[in-house]
């Protein structure tokens, strides 16, 4: 299909984890906002609280982290055939950084959430697509979640693939659903 690149999501796509988002919504009290959007508009002292509350979960979920089989190999095949690969994370760069040296994964292009461009707009992919000088039609999404399809569509990708054993959770949505790396690989190394 001739993608020049490939941007993945961290949690859940690359490696996993357990995180109860529903459940940590409802600690932090967040209703329909995203919780980063939730979380940035608040004042102090409840700012400084509720961030750490999140930390907490993530510093427990990262630690417990483990990598999504097969995926080092893909990265590897992606590289071989030129591909350049990205990683958008909404978590820290610290919780990504650690990640990437416990696994020994390398990407040409990491985006965490102190950019300040957060899924699920799309503006942590475009930025991706400048620094990497591609086009949205050149590259592919891969996730796990609404908010990597709302992210690419608002970036205008349209080659998205999510990694799922729930398929039902996403009908409607354009994109293709794949059970694991082993199958993601079959279709985006065709
Ligand atoms: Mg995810």
């Known amino acids: ?3 020049k690149g490939v941007i993945f999501d961290l949690d859940g796509t690359v490696v996993e984890n357990d995180y109860d988002w529903p459940g940590i919504r409802r600690e932090l009290g967040t209703g329909e906002m995203s919780i980063l959007a939730y979380l940035d508009a608040l004042v102090e002292p409840e700012r400084s609280a509720k961030w750490a509350i999140l930390e907490g979960h993530e510093a427990r979920q990262t630690e417990a982290s483990v990598l999504r089989q097969g995926f080092s190999g893909l990265l590897e ?21 650690y990640l990437l040296g416990k696994f020994g994964l390398a990407f040409d292009c990491v985006i965490t959430r102190e950019s300040g461009l957060w899924k699920p707009s799309g503006a942590p992919f475009l930025e991706v697509l400048r620094t990497l000088g591609l086009g949205p039609a050149e590259v592919g999404v891969v996730g796990d979640t609404r908010f990597d399809v709302l992210a690419a569509l608002d970036a205008g990708i349209e080659a998205i693939y999510l990694l799922s054993n729930e398929p039902e959770r996403f009908l409607g949505y ?4 794949v059970p694991s790396i082993e199958a993601l690989a079959r279709v985006i190394c065709r």
Request: overall charge positive; glycine content about 8%; hydrophobic content about 45%.
């Open 1 to 3: 299909m001739g993608l």
């Open 77 to 97: 095949r992606l590289r071989a055939r030129g591909l350049a690969v990205a990683l958008v994370t909404n978590n820290s760069r610290k919780n990504a950084e």
């Open 174 to 177: 354009p994109v293709k659903i």
